[in-house]
């Protein structure tokens, strides 16, 4: 499967934009006993793209809880301090702020999240760039459908199991 700002991204649905959903509870009972349930990763997407929301919501949605899909800097900057979502998937490119400097805000007001730059250049010095900036993870567009869920649990594993 491609990343694409069309085609098999632009299929599916979303939450909406902006809004939050409640994390799911970790244990569950079941007749006396207590069943413990996977975490899900909190996720929130960032693309000034309707269709690349929609898709990404659509691709995550079975393994991630998707906390909130935003379609700018500014708005992502403060919808991500008020939610604190485990991973922010930011592009790099939006017309009101660039990912760069939306992953270098994030990581000041929220320094737990860990942030993944997806973005069509795939340049060596972008990347540089993206890591300088505080992302954990950056991904060209063309690799991150097939990368993008291994990734989120791979971050999140590494900080619930500790240092």
């Given at each position: 499967m491609r990343m694409a700002y069309s085609g098999d991204l632009a299929s599916g649905r979303t939450r909406g934009t902006d809004s939050s959903y409640s994390r799911l509870t970790t244990l569950e009972p079941t007749g006396g006993m207590t069943k413990s349930r996977p975490y899900r990763p909190r996720v929130m997407l960032v693309d000034d793209h309707p269709q690349v929301?929609?898709?990404?919501?659509r691709l995550l949605g079975p393994s991630c809880d998707i906390v909130a899909?935003?379609?700018?800097?500014?708005q992502a900057v403060e919808t991500a301090a008020r939610l604190m979502p485990d991973v922010l998937i930011v592009d790099l490119t939006m017309a009101d702020m660039d990912g760069l400097e939306v992953c270098r805000r994030v990581k000041q007001s929220a320094p737990e999240t860990d942030v993944i730059l997806v973005t069509a250049f795939d340049d060596k010095q972008v990347?540089?760039?993206a890591f300088e900036a505080g992302a954990s993870e950056f991904l060209a567009k063309h690799d991150a459908a097939a990368a993008l869920e291994s990734v989120i649990l791979r971050l999140v594993e590494?900080?619930?199991?500790g240092p």
């Open positions: 929301l929609r898709g990404l919501s899909g935003v379609a700018g800097g500014e990347a540089v760039a590494k900080k619930r199991s």
